[in-house]
């Protein structure tokens, strides 16, 4: 089977939860006989994935000197009234040069399944689909997030009319697709609030790397940052252009680690992940900004936070601290979309004095919480990318069969 997967550009190094997904799974496609493309958005090049392993190819001169008018295509977005930090989601609505290139790799090659990541490149997908007339393509849209949703709660400032816009766009990605992928039930409720029938949609959660949490080496970490070997690290990463996890990792040191120090208890946090806020600087407080070695760093930690009140998908920084076997304290919200319960292989926490009271109790009962990670690593291996992969395998079976 063969499978062109088209994307946002910024995923090598996968940095981010969606570049993660992006790119393990192509990996993991490539290892279930599959033989998968991958064209980023502003790129000259393309990537082949087989047997795990990836090719870098560059396009012939004509297709790699194309280049689309991002600044006449923003001001396009202004008028939808989407906001600016979200406009690198929906160029390729316009862009001439990642549907053209998707057209030519179409044509070109002869591909089975052509899948869009995010809801604008459902475009560049319907174009590669149509390159080969004579051949039904089918077409599958993935899902990260309902993302009208997501932008409306990370972007308050933004319009009704804004809302309304990118409902649109999602809606018309989702019916020129022959099957739309959720990462959760909750946003598979949603789309069918927007009109997308059940009977095209499919839950494939999030995925986690098993194989990077083999060989861990998380006091190396300590070691490096100077961190005393009797404090209480606490952690948490995402991308902090992402309102929500701004707004966590706010509450967690502006809150939880403060009361904590308050108390005597020796704490430190450890926040990884791209663009942190600078004025949350202090001592104890580390931001590493974006890492290269994420479960090393997880793997420094004694408790990890998901302090999150809002957003939407399932929290794959979750699956990442379970496969790590370390103890997570989490709202309900952050665990949201995935089948554990509170006690058994998470506790949960909502307000500050919860976290702050685990934490203490922590100090004196580490068996409990070593327990409550263990239980967490049992539960992961249904995620491992490998289980992933086989799910989207019969989904693609299904769809060329009909």
């Known amino acids: 089977m063969r499978v062109l997967l088209i994307s946002r550009g910024d995923v090598f190094p996968p940095f981010h939860g969606a570049a993660s997904r992006i790119v393990n799974t192509a990996k993991y496609l490539s ?3 599959c033989e998968v493309f991958f064209l980023p958005s502003q790129s000259d090049r393309y990537y082949i994935f087989r047997n795990a392993q990836v090719e870098e190819v560059q396009f012939s001169p004509f297709l790699r000197d194309l280049r689309s008018d991002t600044s006449k295509i923003d001001r396009i977005l202004e008028r939808l009234e989407i906001p600016p930090e979200d406009h690198i989601l929906y160029r390729p609505l316009l862009a001439r040069d990642i549907i053209l290139r998707a057209a030519a790799l179409s044509f070109n090659n002869d591909f089975d399944i052509v899948q869009a ?27 990260h997030n309902v993302e009208f949703e997501r932008i409306g709660i990370s972007s308050p400032s933004i319009s009704k009319k804004g809302i309304k816009n990118l409902r649109r766009i999602e809606r018309l990605a989702c019916r020129i697709s022959d099957m739309v992928v959720t990462v959760s039930e909750h946003d598979r409720e949603k789309l ?12 494939i959660p999030h995925g986690v790397d098993l194989e990077n949490y083999v060989n861990v080496n998380g006091h190396r970490i ?12 606490l952690f948490f ?7 929500p996890n701004r707004d966590a990792l706010f509450r967690i040191v502006n809150n939880i680690f403060t009361a904590l120090r308050q108390k005597g208890i020796n704490t430190v946090v450890i926040a990884t992940g791209q663009n942190p806020p600078q004025e949350l600087k202090r001592e ?4 590493t900004g974006a890492v290269e070695n994420l479960p090393d760093f997880i793997d420094a930690s004694d408790i990890c936070l998901v302090t999150l009140t809002g957003g939407g998908g399932t929290r794959l920084k979750i699956l990442e601290y379970f496969a790590a076997k370390k103890p997570v304290l989490s709202t309900a919200k952050g665990i949201e979309g995935i089948d554990v319960k509170d006690g058994t292989e998470y506790i949960r926490a909502e ?7 685990y934490i203490e109790q922590y100090q004196v009962s580490k068996e409990k919480f070593l327990q409550i990670g263990e239980n967490g690593f049992r539960f992961v291996q249904r ?12 989904m693609y079976q299904g769809l060329i069969s009909k």
């Open 192 to 203: 069918a609030g927007i009109g997308i029938g059940r009977e095209k949609t499919i839950t």
């Open 237 to 243: 990463h995402g991308v902090y252009d992402y309102k």
């Open 351 to 357: 307000r500050d004095e919860d976290f702050v009271r």
């Open 222 to 233: 300590r070691e490096k940052l100077g961190i005393p070997s009797d404090a209480v690290v």
């Open 117 to 143: 990541e995010f809801p604008a490149f459902a475009i560049p997908a319907m174009f590669a689909r149509k390159a080969r007339i004579r051949r039904k393509i089918k077409q599958v849209l993935v899902e």
């Open 284 to 287: 104890g407080v580390y931001l």
């Open 383 to 394: 995620y491992d990318w490998s289980n992933i992969a086989r799910q989207y395998m019969k």
């Open 31 to 33: 290892r279930e006989s």
